[in-house]
């Protein structure tokens, strides 16, 4: 049961890892006309829905089911450590990076049947610049997480007391 949440793990990870590197790549650019932003908003918009949210969902259910099979998880500081980053890195997705999509994708979709072909230069600059934040903070979560996963370092969760990580 380990190895396959482990398995699965890796692969959510790998699909967060990737969506966001996709989206952040496609957001480097403002595009020169309402088409062609339209159609890169498209891309960022399906590369949310349809790899980001399920890749997210099955990182965080195999995350706490692997915390929950595996009686070491409970006390490691690390795993709860990891756990913290990748709820953060959930929030911000589920909050803002969700929403700057939609919303430059509808402004790009509007100028597109405005009619003009061609986009007044920083039209979508502010959006652009909001999504290229959020994928960016959201690539170095997934870093961090990585490296939790990969480093390990001793984080102990304290005996008794206050409870605190040492």
């Not at 650019?29 to 349809?50: C, D, F, I, K, Q």
Request: include cysteine; hydrophobic fraction near 60%; proline fraction near 5%.
């Amino acid at each position: 049961m380990r190895k396959l949440l482990k398995c699965i793990h890796l692969l959510a990870a790998a699909g967060f890892t990737g969506g966001f590197g996709v989206a952040w790549i496609a957001a480097l650019g403002e595009p020169a006309s309402a088409p062609a932003a339209a159609a890169v908003h498209e891309l960022l918009a399906a590369t949310m829905r349809w790899l980001v949210l399920p890749s997210l969902a099955a990182l965080a259910l195999t995350g706490l089911l692997a915390i929950a099979v595996h009686r070491p998880f409970i006390d490691a500081g690390r795993v709860w450590a990891k756990a913290l980053v990748g709820m953060t890195a959930a929030g911000v997705v589920l909050i803002s990076t969700l929403g700057a999509v939609d919303e430059a994708a509808a402004a790009a979709v509007a100028a597109v049947a405005a009619g003009p072909t061609d986009l007044p230069p920083g039209t979508l600059e502010p959006l652009l610049r909001i999504e290229r934040v959020t994928f960016a903070i959201n690539l170095a979560l997934a870093a961090l997480a990585t490296a939790l996963g990969v480093w390990r370092p001793r984080l102990a969760l304290r005996q008794g007391g206050s409870g605190g990580i040492d």
